[in-house]
T-cell receptor
Framework: AQRVTQPEKLLSVFKGAPVELKCNYSYSGSPELFWYVQYSRQRLQLLLR??SRESIKGFTADLNKGETSFHLKKPFAQEEDSAMYYCALSGQGAQKLVFGQGTRLTINP | SAVISQKPSRDICQRGTSLTIQCQVD?????MFWYRQQPGQSLTLIAT?????????ESGFVIDKFPISRPNLTFSTLTVSNMSPEDSSIYLC?????????????FGPGTRLTVL
């Protein structure tokens, strides 16, 4: 079965501190992993995907198949990073997404 | 990218009634998806709507409760039938677009439904 787990519902850090949002997944094949973000009063949008290996808004995420993890990291948090973050998975070649519970990130000034 | 609109943006309904949510996309797409986000919960896929065929429902969701229409490549509706307070959720539609390098899924703004 496909499953995505985000163990932290809430995460609060100070501006300038490092941030790590955890995501673990369960999938029998080769998944595609994504991080979606929802800023206040905005719609859900894609932040980054593992296959692109990009850094978006200073965020990176590395797929660790051994640990079945896809943690989202940023070395220096900014106040505008405050948002709801969802880790999501799709099966290879599939289009539908399975989402984690989400982590609400708050960056304190 | 895709611009997706949903109507209504929110509604308060009485139990036992039905509500139809509309989803309009600014480009032609093969597959549209309907998700539900219950209070404090994650997004859960209800069904996949393909134009010209019956929607495919996920486990735990049935057509009688959530009938879906997909009359053309830019539009879909989701009906929440015989509503109960447990149906209070945000309902989102999304589309999958093929990009030059990567594919991407875009989401609508959601419809916030409260059932009394």
């Amino acid at each position: 079965a496909q499953r995505v787990t985000q163990p932290e519902k809430l995460l609060s850090v100070f501006k300038g501190a490092p941030v790590e949002l955890k995501c673990n997944y369960s999938y029998s094949g080769s998944p595609e992993l994504f991080w979606y973000v929802q800023y206040s009063r905005q719609r859900l949008q894609l932040l980054l995907r593992h296959i692109s290996r990009e850094s978006i808004k200073g965020f990176t995420a590395d797929l660790n198949k051994g640990e079945t993890s896809f943690h989202l990291k940023k070395p220096f948090a900014q106040e505008e990073d405050s948002a709801m973050y969802y880790c999501a998975l799709s099966g290879q070649g599939a289009q539908k997404l399975v989402f984690g519970q989400g982590t609400r990130l708050t960056i304190n000034p | 990218s895709a611009v997706i609109s949903q109507k209504p943006s929110r509604d308060i309904c009485q139990r036992g009634t039905s509500l139809t949510i509309q989803c309009q996309v600014d480009s032609q797409v093969t597959m549209m998806f309907w998700y539900r986000q219950q209070p404090g919960q994650s997004l859960t896929l209800i069904a996949t709507a393909n134009q010209g065929s019956e929607a495919t429902y996920e486990s735990g969701f049935v057509i009688d409760k959530f009938p879906i229409s997909r009359p053309n490549l830019t539009f879909s509706t989701l009906t929440v039938s015989n509503m109960s307070p447990e149906d209070s959720s945000i309902y989102l539609c999304s589309v999958h677009l093929a990009g030059v390098v990567y594919n991407e899924q875009f989401f609508g703004p959601g419809t916030r439904l409260t059932v009394l």
